[in-house]
């Protein structure tokens, strides 16, 4: 079962435009990560956010945390045609070793 | 190095035939994953080792599917006899405990016509 789902699940904007996807999961976890796949290739990872982290930033890219709500959103700032993509978030569950459990993905399309 | 590598990055083949997929971890990298992924279910866990041991394969379809890791840097995932719907794109990720980020192969795309 996934344990992430982002919302929504397909975006277009137009380049400049920042691009905002958001992630709830379901269980507690020790961390979440952000995942790129552009089309016919594997993922690369992005970014991570510890459990007790709220906020992170990574060049263009800002990832919040609310533990509380068991949420998570991912900010792509000032947005280019080679940010057109699937973003998935990726859960580290408490009781899960190093297993990470993948939501559906948001596709995103930046239009230059 | 040369991320993780999968092989063959196509495969077609016929049901009821066996198939292999092949994986090459990242050199010092104790944790290797197997995922499927398709349109309808996303990306599954099939399966996760570590240090060369089968951890959880909770994620398994059938027992159609296996999986194993002679040494620390090769893996197989194999499929006998293959169907219909196991077509999917195949990967496998590694990781080392201190780093939870993953690095993803390039992955196998499978038709089993």
């Known amino acids: 079962s996934q344990q992430g789902e982002e919302d929504p699940q397909a975006l277009s904007i137009q380049e400049g435009e920042n691009a905002t996807m958001n992630c709830s999961y379901k269980?507690?976890?020790?961390?979440l990560q952000w995942y790129r796949q552009n089309s016919g290739r594997g993922l690369v990872h992005l970014i991570l956010?510890?459990?007790?982290?709220r906020e992170k930033h990574s060049g263009r890219l800002r990832v919040t945390l609310d533990t509380s709500k068991k949420s998570s959103s991912l900010l792509i700032t000032a947005s280019r045609a080679a940010d057109t993509a699937s973003y998935f978030c990726?859960?580290?569950?408490?009781?899960?070793?190093?297993?990470?459990?993948f939501g559906g993905g948001t596709r995103l399309m930046v239009k230059p | 190095d040369a991320g993780v590598i999968q092989s063959p990055r196509h495969e077609v083949t016929e049901m009821g035939q066996e198939v292999t997929l092949r994986c090459k971890p990242i050199s010092g990298h104790d944790y290797l994953f197997w995922y499927r992924q398709t349109m309808m279910r996303g990306l599954e866990l099939l399966i996760y080792f570590n240090n060369n041991v089968p951890i959880d394969d909770s994620g398994m379809p059938e027992d159609r599917f296996s999986a194993k890791m002679p040494n620390a840097s090769f893996s197989t995932l194999k499929i006998q006899p293959s169907e219909p719907r196991d077509s999917a794109v195949y990967f496998c990720?590694?990781?080392?405990?201190?780093?939870?980020?993953?690095?993803f192969g390039s992955g196998t795309r499978l038709t089993v016509v």
């Open positions: 990720a590694s990781t080392i405990t201190e780093n939870y980020g993953y690095t």
């Open positions: 269980t507690s976890i020790n961390n």
């Open positions: 956010i510890r459990s007790n982290e």
């Open positions: 990726a859960t580290d569950a408490n009781n899960a070793g190093n297993m990470l459990t």
